[in-house]
C-alpha cells in the first residue's frame, strides 16, 4: 500500500451511467456488480462499484471481517441493514453512508428489492474472512 503522503499511481477514467453493464455474478448472489474502473486507474489502490440487488434479500451474509484499509457504502435507492460488531443493527436509507473501519466484524442481514448502493475500498483486493 502506498504511503499516505505519496499518491498512488492514478490514471484518468470515465464510467458513464448510460449503457452500463451490471455483472450478476460476484461476491452475493442476489446481487448485481457495476464496476466504476478505479482499479484499474489505481493500479489496485482503490476499487468503486455499484452493487444492485436482484432480488430483496433477508438471509444474511454471515458475520465477517475483511483485511483492508478503508471500506465506504453509501445508499444510492431502497434500503439496506448492516449489523456491526460494537454498534448493532444499523438500517440506512438513501442519502445514508457509513465508513466501516478496518477489521470490523460486520453483516449484511437484509435489503431491499431495489437497493443499491455505491461501495469504495482500499485496497481493490482484499481477504475475507469469518468473524
Known amino acids: 500500500m502506498p504511503d499516505r503522503a505519496t499518491p498512488s499511481a492514478q490514471r484518468f477514467t470515465v464510467s ?5 453493464h451490471f455483472d450478476p455474478k460476484g461476491l452475493r448472489s442476489f446481487f448485481a456488480y457495476r464496476d466504476l474502473g478505479l482499479a484499474g486507474a489505481t493500479d489496485g489502490a482503490f476499487h468503486a462499484q455499484v452493487i444492485r440487488a436482484k432480488e430483496a434479500c433477508s438471509a444474511g451474509t454471515g458475520r465477517h471481517r475483511h483485511t483492508l484499509a478503508f471500506q465506504f457504502v453509501y445508499v444510492l435507492k431502497g434500503e439496506v441493514t448492516f449489523w456491526y460488531e460494537g454498534q448493532g443493527r444499523v438500517t440506512f436509507r438513501p442519502g445514508d453512508s457509513v465508513l466501516q473501519p478496518p477489521g470490523i466484524a460486520h453483516e449484511l442481514v437484509s435489503c431491499s428489492a431495489d437497493c443499491e ?3 469504495i475500498t482500499s485496497p481493490a483486493d482484499f481477504a475475507t474472512d469469518p468473524a
Open 16 to 20: 458513464r451511467a448510460e449503457g452500463a
Open 117 to 119: 448502493l455505491l461501495e
